[in-house]
């Protein structure tokens, strides 16, 4: 009786221990979107001018980097799966849906933005 009473003890408690981390990882599967530009992970560290130069990416990726999102609100580089999901995008101003795993974005689509224009110096 009281080996009966441990093993449905032990069971309870595992399914009230799975039960509580489910919400939190339902959580962080939910859709999200970020912007910024679709680069390089070698150009990404650089600066908008190497973010923006095509020929630049190109060439690390013909070389073995992969594509990134650099978000420019944050400066934060993320990593983006599929990559063929964005190759199509190399430098372009974009919004990207997907869900977010560690520094992975996992993306779901991607749209095309307008670029902010460099604010104008005052005369």
Same mark, same amino acid.
Request: glycine letters at 4%; proline letters at 2%; one cysteine or more.
């Given at each position: 009786?009281?080996?009966?009473?441990?093993?449905?003890?032990?069971?309870?408690?595992?399914?009230?221990?799975?039960?509580? /981390?489910?919400?939190?990882?339902?959580? /962080?599967?939910?859709?999200?979107?970020?912007?910024?530009?679709?680069?390089?992970?070698?150009?990404?560290? *650089?600066?908008? *001018?190497?973010?923006?130069?095509?020929?630049?990416?190109?060439?690390?990726?013909?070389?073995?980097?992969?594509?990134?999102?650099?978000?420019?609100?944050?400066? *934060?580089?993320?990593?983006?799966?599929?990559?063929?999901?964005?190759?199509?995008?190399?430098?372009?101003?974009?919004?990207?849906?997907?869900?977010?795993?560690?520094?992975?974005?996992?993306?779901?689509?991607?749209?095309?933005?307008?670029?902010?224009?460099? /604010?104008?110096?005052?005369?």
């Amino acid at each position: 009786m009281l080996k009966r009473t441990l093993v449905l003890s032990a069971v309870v408690l595992f399914a009230a221990s799975v039960g509580m /981390a489910s919400p939190k990882k339902a959580a /962080a599967s939910k859709a999200k979107s970020w912007s910024g530009y679709v680069t390089d992970s070698s150009c990404a560290t *650089k600066g908008m *001018k190497a973010v923006t130069n095509a020929d630049c990416v190109k060439r690390c990726v013909d070389a073995g980097s992969k594509y990134v999102l650099y978000d420019t609100r944050s400066k *934060k580089v993320y990593q983006l799966d599929p990559q063929s999901s964005v190759a199509e995008h190399a430098t372009h101003h974009v919004k990207i849906s997907g869900t977010l795993d560690g520094d992975t974005i996992h993306v779901d689509s991607v749209a095309m933005i307008a670029a902010k224009a460099a /604010a104008k110096p005052a005369s």
